[in-house]
């Protein structure tokens, strides 16, 4: 098993930035292949915003924040982060961590990739 716990979200303005963090710990974090964030406004399907390979260490992000998000692992720490620059009031969403134990750099952004999940942190990006 895999525990995702999310942090760092919060209520900032346009053009501000917030860096959410993500703590992993379980007994099969050992085997984990991706690592990445989803956002779900209400009434909406969840989206991959940003993915990391751990295998290779290679990136991905969605079209929309690509220049403005940056997302990173620290191993040491078990962590992950994503560094959010830059943001605009339709980032505004809850924010998710995602684990999964298999990877396929096409399909980074689809939700059944994924077989761990935090709770969701909020972010609202509003003047």
């Known amino acids: 098993q895999v525990q995702l716990v999310e942090s760092g979200g919060g209520l900032v303005q346009p053009g501000e930035s917030l860096r959410l963090s993500c703590a992993v710990s379980g007994s099969s974090a050992q085997f984990l292949y991706a690592m990445s964030w989803f956002r779900q406004v209400p009434g909406k399907d969840r989206e991959g915003v940003a993915c990391f390979s751990i295998s290779d260490g290679m990136s991905y992000y969605r079209d929309n924040v690509k220049g403005r998000f940056t997302i990173s692992r620290d191993s040491a720490k078990n962590m992950i982060y994503l560094q959010m620059d830059s943001l605009k009031p339709e980032d505004s969403a809850v924010y998710f961590c995602?684990?999964?134990?298999?990877?396929?750099?096409?399909?980074?952004?689809?939700?059944?990739?994924?077989?761990?999940w935090g709770q969701g942190t909020q972010v609202t990006i509003s003047s």
């Open positions: 995602a684990a999964g134990l298999n990877f396929w750099a096409t399909n980074w952004w689809a939700t059944q990739m994924y077989n761990y």
